[in-house]
């Protein structure tokens, strides 16, 4: 409580309002962003009260970006529920099996996730793909499926998935964003686009969608373990600032091209994931 006390509920507010427009710009829900901080800011605060605070943050960061990016027609609303019912199992083991491992422990696994996600986003040079799958290749694949989604601007979306695939990454994205307290959305973003051919804007929005239910089911699971008891003042004061930067966060994202949001992502994790290593070895 040493280290909250030292934090007004304005800079609370002012990280929530950071983290929740940068985190719905590229379709992360912020977790990414806020997690990372509460481990630097609370460092002998246990590991489960931070990832329920950063889960009931996230969740009320996804559902202002999905009422945003719906209005923007751009959330594939059939997908988003295939997905979300794999992540539901997955987010409760996660939950409950955060308090299973030390803090430092966590703190390592942390960093090193991270450092391994923005070494595969710089070094994956087709960002944008998702439309260039040919249609006489996809007939070959008797379980892909089709969808086709036109925005609010009249732009047409059309791209093809594997949804077996889709669900079982949906699983494991399910219980490590849970368990890591960041989401889910940077690991369901560029798995979406790279791997299930989701145009970029498309994955993003879907996976603020997804991200809506998964970190709500994560949440429930620690206020019943009692991990969020410590949490409740914090998670207000953040939430304030993710919903009104989730809304900052979703229009400016029709201004920013797909491979651009992706190499600010890859960028941001490299350097969060290498001051999380030094942190938890004591080098900083």
Not at 109 to 114: E, N, R
Not at 122 to 134: A, F, N, Y
Not at 209 to 238: E, K, P, Q, Y
Request: aromatic letters at 10%; glycine letters at 10%; one cysteine or more.
């Amino acid at each position: 409580m040493i280290y909250y006390n030292a934090l007004d509920y304005t800079g609370l507010i002012a990280m929530g309002l950071f983290a929740g427009a940068y985190g719905t710009l590229i379709g992360a829900g912020g977790g990414f962003v806020l997690m990372p901080l509460l481990l630097l800011l609370f460092p002998k605060e246990a590991q489960d009260t931070l990832t329920a605070i950063s889960l009931a943050v996230i969740f009320f960061n996804a559902l202002s970006g999905t009422a945003a990016y719906a209005v923007m027609g751009r959330v594939d609303y059939k997908s988003g529920l295939m997905f979300s019912a794999a992540t539901i199992p997955g987010a409760v083991l996660g939950a409950l099996h955060t308090s299973s491992v030390s803090r430092r422990m966590f703190d390592i696994i942390f960093g090193i996730c991270l450092l391994a996600l923005s070494t595969a986003l710089i070094l994956k040079p087709d960002i944008e793909r998702g439309e260039k799958v040919k249609t006489e290749v996809r007939k070959h694949y008797r379980y892909w499926v089709s969808r086709s989604i036109m925005d609010a601007n009249g732009q047409q979306h059309s791209y093809s998935f594997n949804p077996v695939l889709g669900v079982a990454l949906s699983l494991l994205v399910g219980y490590a964003s849970s368990f890591l307290g960041i989401g889910g959305g940077i690991i369901h973003v560029p798995a979406l686009t790279f791997l299930l051919n989701f145009p970029v804007h498309v994955a993003t929005a879907t996976s603020h969608f997804i991200l809506a239910i998964m970190a709500f089911t994560g949440t429930m699971v620690h206020i019943m373990t009692g991990a969020f008891a410590h949490g409740v003042h914090r998670t207000v004061s953040l939430s304030i600032g993710v919903v009104i930067g989730a809304q900052f966060g979703a229009h400016l994202s029709k201004k920013i091209k797909g491979h651009w949001i992706i190499r600010s992502l890859a960028i941001a994790l490299g350097l969060l994931g290498i001051r999380i290593l030094l942190s938890s070895f004591h080098l900083i």
